[in-house]
């Protein structure tokens, strides 16, 4: 810690913070020693944590070689409360977000061409380092943002992965469009990241057709309300062929059920980390110069660009707020499909039961 903790409350020796020992066993709550920020970190007081899609992966061992005991958790609000040697770019009393992507190497051939998404000595939060699931925790301040004022803690904290995930597959789908232009875009799984980037995706003058799990008329009818034209079962065809659509749910089922229903030179993005194994389809639906693409991780640019659009959009933020003794129960009820946007764990509030 450095000089400038004069001005700092006196912070405590140790921390509650929720921690897998083991893939597949639900969190268990520890007291933790305050983890002391390094050369160019910051130690945060984390004010807000989201549940990503990502975290369930993680927790259940569906990603290789997390780090073990992990505190899980990429998608952090906190205050700045003390900074390591070296760093300066965010002073104490700060806020600011920290997204899934912890550290990059710099010097490989994807980071110095601007992918270090892909960099292979990549570290990323809640996953190879410790997240946000605790009342502190330490940051490179590289990869720390600057939140936009409009949001508070509880709204801001879905922007980092589910907000900045979508951003990047609404990106890659709006790549290089053959034939036209994509101005019918599918949603597939209409959770955290599909109700904000549908906003963007309408409010660029795009219409949306959202695609539900079967029967779930509670999220199509939240589809509607956000601005999606359309919405229904996953099985249904929309009224028209779509240019592009954006896979969400980790279901690779989705992948042809999305493939058939794009026009010719079409997109489909697949923006989760994990999904189910993709069946095998007829050729037909990729034929026809429709393409396949998955999307990984982010880049710093990519961060600072979806915030910017945060910050002239007003997003409506759909957030369900869990004390961070809770977090077993949050993950469960995404897992079950029971949340309409976002589950977020406020580590500052008193747990009650
Ligand atoms: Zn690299
Ligand atoms: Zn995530």
Do not use: K
Request: proline share 7%; aromatic share 6%.
């Amino acid at each position: 810690m450095t000089a400038t903790d004069a001005a700092v409350p006196v912070l405590p020796e140790t921390m509650q913070a929720m921690v897998l020992e083991a893939p597949g066993a639900p969190l268990e709550a520890r007291r933790l020693p305050l983890p002391v920020p390094g050369l160019g970190q910051v130690l945060l007081r984390v004010t807000a944590c989201a549940v990503c899609r990502t975290d369930l992966h993680v927790v259940d061992g569906e990603l290789p070689e997390p780090r073990l005991p992990l505190v899980p958790g990429h998608e952090i609000v906190g205050t700045v409360v003390a900074t390591g040697p070296g760093a300066q770019r965010h002073a104490v009393g700060s806020r600011v977000g920290v997204p899934w992507l912890g550290w990059t190497c710099g010097h490989c051939s994807y980071c110095e061409a601007g992918a270090e998404n892909l960099c292979p000595s990549a570290r990323f939060t809640g996953y190879t380092l410790d997240g946000g699931y605790a009342e502190f925790t330490v940051a490179d301040e590289r990869f720390c943002f600057a939140l936009p004022d409009t949001y508070d803690d509880l709204h801001a904290a879905p922007l980092l992965c589910a907000g900045l995930i979508g951003h990047r597959a609404y990106r890659i789908a709006l790549e290089h469009p053959v034939g036209g232009g994509v101005d019918h875009i599918g949603l597939y799984g209409f959770g955290a990241a599909a109700h904000l980037i549908a906003q963007v995706a309408v409010a660029d003058g795009r219409r949306v057709y959202a695609f539900t799990r079967a029967g779930d008329t509670d999220a199509q009818a939240h589809a509607r309300r956000l601005g999606a034209c359309w919405a229904g079962d996953s099985g249904q065809l929309p009224p028209r062929p779509l240019d592009a659509a954006m896979i969400f749910a980790p279901v690779g089922a989705l992948v042809p059920a999305a493939l058939a229903v794009l026009r010719p030179g079409g997109r489909v993005v697949c923006a989760g980390i994990h999904m189910s194994d993709i069946p095998a389809f007829d050729y037909a639906r990729l034929w026809q110069e429709r393409s396949l693409r998955s999307v990984a991780n982010l880049t710093r640019a990519d961060g600072e660009d979806f915030l910017a659009h945060a910050a002239r959009q007003t997003l409506d933020v759909h957030a369900v707020a869990y004390p961070l003794a809770h977090a077993n129960e949050a993950l469960a009820d995404l897992r079950a499909g029971r949340l309409q946007g976002a589950a977020v764990l406020l580590p500052g509030r008193v747990c009650d039961a």
